[in-house]
Structures are given as structure tokens and as C-alpha cells.
């Protein structure tokens, strides 16, 4: 929406470190992931997956003690991940002190080295024709399962199921069925 309304850039942040972090990083164009030192952030991030959405590592807090280390165990769990062969994306690792305003020019230049990178082999493309293939398809699936709701109790449903019972139907069939009776209402 925001887009559509011709804003050049949107942030979306995010309050933690889980599944729904990966499930936002998959609409957006870049994802920045913010880790501060002796907060687990790292251990946290392997469980939740982060180190595969993330295409910016930022280390905040970078004046406390433990930043380096974070920083260096992150570039070793990054560097664990499937090899990369010349030309792919090495998601950098930025250190800042956001209360002092530092690493910030930095921070914006490794975003726009990754929009150059992905518009220079066409990443950028790929990933906005994925993610308006996959609206098309949630949206697709959330219609049928209004539809498929509205079945609980319906002769059809039950004339299904009492046929696969009897070994006249495969539940596949059955479901292809069902769903070519649905799109036809």
C-alpha cells in the first residue's frame, strides 16, 4: 500500500527475533538485521533462521564490550552457511553506536551497495515477481478456505468422504473434486 502510495522507501521494524521476522523479511527488498553485544542476539538468530533473510548485519552498541566478538561470531556463522560462488552477495557485517549517530553513513552505504548489486543481475525483479506471485496465491488460498468453511455440514463434504470410506475415491480425487465444485460456485 505504501508503495502503491509512492514512498521511495519503507521501514518495517520488527520486535524480535522469530518466525514472524522471517515471514516481514520476505516482503521486503532488503533486510536489516540488528544485533546488540551480550544479548544472545547471535545464538538467537541461528535458531530463528535470521542468518538466511538477512542481507545487512548491523552490530549496534558497538562501544560495549562484547561488540567485536558478536561481530566476529556472526561473520563465523555467516561464513557456515552454503558456499558462495563469485558474484553472490556477502551480506556485510556494519558496527554502529545509534545513540551517537555513528556507523550510520555506513549502514546506507551497504544498503545501496545491495540495491545495485540486485538490480544489476536482476535480483531485484525476481524478488518483487515472488512476492506478487505469492499474494496472488494467499489471497487465492484464503477465498477457498472461506469457501471450503462454509462446507462444514454440506452434503458435498459428507457425499466425499462417505465415498472414500467406501474405496470409490482416493482423498486426491476427492479434494480435486470438491475444489472444481467450489470454483465453479
Known sequence: MLDAAGCDVILVETVGVGQSEVEIASQADTSVVLLAPGMGDGIQAAKAGILEIGDVYVVNKADRDGADATARELNHMLGLGEARRPGDWRPPIVKTVAAR?????????????????????????????????REVETIAVTTLRERIGDLHGDQRLGALAERIVAGELDPYRAADELVAGLTRG
Open 101 to 133: 549517530g555513528e556507523g550510520v553513513d555506513e549502514v546506507v552505504e551497504a544498503l545501496e551497495k545491495h540495491r545495485a548489486w540486485m538490480e544489476e543481475r536482476g535480483v531485484l525483479a525476481e524478488r518483487r515477481l515472488a512476492r506478487a506471485a
